[in-house]
Nanobody, 112 residues
Framework: QVHLVESGGGLVQPGGSLRLSCVAS????????MRWLRQAPGKGLEWVAT????????DYTPSVKGRFTISRDNAKSTLYLQMNSLEPEDAAVYYC?????RGQGTQVTVSS
C-alpha cells in the first residue's frame, strides 16, 4: 500500500532554512505527481507545492514562491522541500501527499 514518511522538520529562527524529505513506497513513485501540504495550529490543510512525475510541472502557493523549492529524486523515491527565509507564518505540520494519501507529517517551528 501507499506509504509516505516525512522527516527534516524542527525548530528554526526566522530567516533560517530547513529541508524536508519524504520517502515513498508501495507505488511507482515516478508515475505520480506529488504535493506538499501544511497545517498550522487551528487552521485547515493548505496546499504548498506540486511537482509532476518528470518535474516538467512545478507550482507553489503564492506565499512561498521564491522561498521554497520542491524537488524529487525518482531513483530514491524521495520528495523534497527546501525552505529558505522561513517566517513565523510558515510554522505548521508539513505533509507530503499523493492523491488522497499523506504521511504522518513533520513539525516545523519558526521562532526566535
Amino acid at each position: 500500500q501507499v506509504h509516505l514518511v516525512e522527516s527534516g522538520g524542527g525548530l528554526v529562527q526566522p530567516g533560517g532554512s530547513l529541508r524536508l524529505s519524504c520517502v515513498a513506497s508501495g507505488f511507482t513513485f515516478s508515475a505520480y505527481s506529488m504535493r506538499w501540504l501544511r497545517q498550522a495550529p487551528g487552521k485547515g490543510l493548505e496546499w504548498v507545492a506540486t511537482i509532476n512525475g518528470d518535474t516538467s510541472y512545478i507550482d507553489y502557493t503564492p506565499s512561498v514562491k521564491g522561498r521554497f523549492t520542491i524537488s524529487r529524486d525518482n531513483a530514491k523515491s524521495t520528495l523534497y522541500l527546501q525552505m529558505n527565509s522561513l517566517e513565523p507564518e510558515d510554522a505548521a505540520v508539513y505533509y507530503c501527499s499523493r492523491d488522497r494519501y499523506r504521511g504522518q507529517g513533520t513539525q516545523v517551528t519558526v521562532s526566535s
